[in-house]
Structure formats: C-alpha cells, structure tokens
C-alpha cells in the first residue's frame, strides 16, 4: 500500500548543528506535506508544511525542501537548540480507497546535546 | 493548549471490555480524525468524520466504531480490546474536509488493557 517512509530513525547532534530528517513517500499524486513536532507525554504539534506547487519553506530555523521528481522530502533545522528535542513526524496526503488521507511516517527521535 | 479535548485522560481495563473515548474539536471545526499511537511508533490513522459524517477509513479494526454527533464532538468505541490494544489514542480536528489543513490535535486518552 501507500506509504511514507522516514529517515533516521534517532538522530543526536551538538546544541548549534544542524539537524536533517528524510521521508520520502510513493503516492505521486500526494500534494500536502506537514511536520509535526511531539515533545515527551506531549500532542503532536504542526510545526511546517509545504504544498507540491512550491519546492522549499522557511519559517526561522526551520525550512523544508520538496522533490516531486524524487518523491522525497526533508525537514531542516539550523542552530539546533536543547529545547528542539522532541520526536518529528512527516506526513503525506494520500489518495487511498477512495479518500484522501493522511500518512504519517514512522517519526525521527532528536535529542540536542547541550 | 491546541482548543481540542479528550476524555478520559488515562483509561486501565480488561481484556475483553469495551470503552468510548470522546473527543471535543476546536469551536468550529468541522471535521475530527482519530488516531492510535503505540509505543515508540508513529501515528496510524484510524477514521476521519466531518460534519456528522464517515469522510475517510484507515486502518480501523472491525471491534472499533466511531460517530460524530450534531455538536461535532466524536467518540471512539472500541471492543473486545485485546492486550494489543494498548495505545495512546489522539484525536484531532481541522476547519476543513480536506487533509490539507493543519490538524490540531487534543491531549490524548492513554489506554492501558491488562
């Protein structure tokens, strides 16, 4: 079926790296992709999304880059702070019997070395 | 606080029993979406309602049923719960029909099947 996979799993850096995380999905026909960021015993919060008409976002320290042609797309945070640590979930609309869903990939777990 | 409610906030019971988690959107939001979250996994989409009505279906086991009432909050039941049903279940909400719309989730209802 329909899927969106997601990469690293656990990813650890130094407090001021940067942090890059992976999905790519198989939907060709998928147009919305969201981030959501879920701190421990917390909700899962929408951080950034992107829509398939354009190929990059910023808001701060966060962007996203989109690759139609590749079906991949990927979080970046800059200046990695503590307070980033926090499990990330990409997702990707899908178009699945007969309705468009929302698939989440399977998450990245970052921890912020201070 | 996302504006999205869910009670019981934790929830302790047998195997075999049956339970009704309830969810209250965001003032104004028309659709809600059920999700379950096992440990350490991502987020697998059980059911999406919008305005009072079944709008998509993912993964949901045959023992689980949702409705959504004319206020617009939604309860989750689910049956014969086996061990495997233990679970962190969110519920979220957006303004619109579509999934490509921020989803605003609630505080979660954490079952536990002994």
């Known amino acids: 079926g329909e899927n969106v996979e997601q990469h690293p799993s656990t990813l650890s850096v130094q407090e001021g790296d940067s942090a890059v995380i992976k999905c790519t999905y198989s939907?060709?026909?998928?147009?919305?992709f969201p981030w959501y960021k879920q701190e421990l015993g917390k909700r899962p919060q929408l951080i950034i999304d992107?829509?398939?008409?354009?190929g990059e976002k910023k808001d701060q320290r966060i962007a996203v880059t989109l690759n139609k042609t590749a079906k991949h797309f990927s979080l970046h945070i800059t200046e990695t702070q503590p307070e980033d640590s926090a499990v990330y979930f990409c997702a990707a609309s899908t178009w699945m019997d007969s309705s468009y869903k929302l698939i989440f990939g399977s998450g990245t777990r970052l921890l912020v070395r201070p | 606080d996302s504006g999205v409610t869910q009670t019981p906030k934790h929830l302790i019971t047998a195997t075999g029993q049956r339970v009704t988690l309830r969810c209250s959107p965001r003032s104004g939001d028309l659709s809600v979406y059920w999700y379950q979250q096992s440990l350490d996994q991502g987020l697998q989409f059980l059911i999406q309602y919008y305005n009072g009505e079944e709008r998509a279906k993912g993964n949901i086991l045959e023992r689980f049923s949702a409705q959504q009432f004319p206020d617009l909050h939604s309860e989750l039941n689910l049956s014969s719960l086996e061990l495997g049903d233990s679970a962190l279940y969110f519920c979220a909400s957006s303004t619109d029909g579509g999934v490509s719309y921020e989803q605003y989730f609630g505080p979660g209802t954490r079952l536990t099947v002994t």
């Open positions: 992107i829509r398939s008409n354009v």
């Open positions: 939907d060709s026909a998928s147009n919305y």
